[in-house]
């Protein structure tokens, strides 16, 4: 008779009875009479005892041939025992080996450098470590759905092959047939906006890609970002819509992967206060209090990492730095009528040192204004007509801004680096696997 097979996370159900459980061999130990394997299956790990004088021959000298990462099938009855890991464990009447693994497995239990695991990600996954990760992360990642699908916003997947530039930052470019160089997205933000015109409240959420030459601990070369839209909100309506979506977030991953979060030695209490309102302060007051603590950023620049975690030094929250100036900021964003040398934008601050997590603004929606913002950036216009198109039929208040995942994963999981938050991290010298 074949048993139904059963995952390690569904054993609750399963106590007093036979099953069977497919994973891979984390650890093995035998004292002559009795043996122990613990097999990981992505959901948990399982220990299973092997009594000599209980299993055939076979199945005793299959446990002999067990080596880290062998997959197997292991069938056995389940108990509930306190002392095991997860808190059940099998008493095991037959063991086949599904895939042998010889003994050279590269990642063994010890300490291993950064690169030889960056080098091994495609193993490196299989740590209780990178399962915790991925678990919170696929927890936001439906938790975004779940926010925007509530609030009644359009999903919108815009194109990854564009020929308009988007951001300042460095762009990879191919050749596009007959029609010069596309350009891999940096930003879903300008078709977002075309979508917003049509259908109100949207959202993108998908891969972006730029060729920065940095080498920092917060930037990837291919990331993913969530972009909402929204007809009719100024930049205050934006930051309101970004301070409940944060901490909607958080409060998401806390009430449900309080575990995950646990394995990663997170400090909860750091995320449980994640509340809105946030607090904002002006660009203009930042560099004062920048200058007050000793920074040397000029009015005009934009922060520096430094600078950043200077500001967030003296709150528990996430931080608004409001309407920067002009030329520090994209050629999009409108322009801020109380101080026209600024515009109407935000950056939000990660707490502890995380950095930008979100940047966003309200759209310049003034024809005039926006052709000039696009020349003086030294951009084709005719690239842009469609843009300004948006603002020629029906022009509209709009605002929007994009939330870095990798970078919200790495302040709510504690990561130092961006590497971990995605399953196979792409950065200016990391290609492979
Ligand atoms: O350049 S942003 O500040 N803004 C935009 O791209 C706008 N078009 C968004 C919008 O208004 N719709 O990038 C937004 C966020 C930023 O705050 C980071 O969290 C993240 O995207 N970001 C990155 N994450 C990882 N690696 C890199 N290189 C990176 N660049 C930005």
């Not at 108990?79 to 050279?104: M, N």
């Not at 930042?286 to 922060?303: E, M, N, Q, V």
């Amino acid at each position: 008779m074949t048993l139904a097979s059963t995952r390690v996370s569904g054993l609750s159900s399963e106590v007093g009875k036979a099953v069977t459980v497919r994973g891979w061999i984390t650890t093995v130990r035998s004292s002559g009479k009795v043996a122990f394997l613990v097999l990981r299956d992505g959901t948990g790990l399982l220990q299973c005892v092997l009594v000599k004088s209980a299993v055939t021959q076979d199945v005793w000298d299959r446990f002999a041939q067990l080596s880290l990462e062998t997959s197997v099938a292991v069938t056995g009855d389940v108990r509930a025992d306190a002392r095991a890991p997860g808190g059940y464990e099998l008493g095991v009447t037959d063991l086949a080996i599904v895939g042998t693994s010889p003994l050279d497995y590269p990642i063994q239990p010890k300490e291993h450098g950064i690169d030889f695991l960056l080098d091994h990600r495609h193993l490196w996954l299989r740590s209780p470590r990178q399962r915790a990760i991925a678990t919170i992360r696929s927890e936001l990642e439906q938790g975004i759905q779940d926010f925007f699908y509530q609030r009644d916003f359009l999903r919108v997947d815009t194109p990854i092959l564009t020929a308009a530039i988007g951001e300042r930052s460095g762009l990879f470019s191919t050749e596009y047939f007959d029609e010069g160089s596309a350009y891999l997205a940096q930003t879903g933000q300008l078709y977002g906006e075309a979508a917003a015109a049509a259908w109100g409240k949207i959202y993108t959420f998908g891969p972006t890609f730029r060729a920065e030459k940095s080498k920092t601990r917060r930037h990837l070369t291919e990331f993913w970002m969530i972009e909402p839209e929204v007809a009719w909100n100024d930049s205050n309506d934006n930051m309101k819509l970004q301070e409940q979506f944060v901490s909607y977030l958080v409060q998401r991953a806390l009430e449900k992967r309080s575990a995950e979060l646990t394995e990663l030695e997170r400090d909860l209490t750091k995320l449980e206060g994640i509340k809105p309102p946030f607090p904002r302060l002006e660009y203009t007051e930042a560099i004062d209090i920048l200058h007050r603590k000793g920074s040397t950023t000029p009015w005009g620049d934009d922060l520096g990492a430094e600078d950043e975690s200077l500001i967030v030094a003296d709150y528990d929250l996430p931080v608004f730095v409001m309407n920067y100036p002009k030329e520090a900021k994209a050629f999009y964003m409108k322009e801020n009528p109380a101080d026209p040398r600024t515009v109407l934008c935000d950056d939000l601050l990660a707490p502890e040192g995380y950095g930008e997590m979100i940047g966003g603004s309200q759209r310049e929606d003034d024809y005039d204004r926006l052709l000039k913002r696009i020349i003086e950036e030294g951009l084709d216009p005719a690239a842009y007509e469609w843009y300004l198109d948006l603002r020629r039929y029906g022009t509209f208040v709009h605002a929007g801004f994009g939330l870095g995942l990798e970078r919200t994963i790495a302040w709510i999981c504690g990561l130092p680096h961006l590497r971990e938050a995605i399953a196979f991290p792409r950065m200016m010298h990391r290609l492979r696997p």
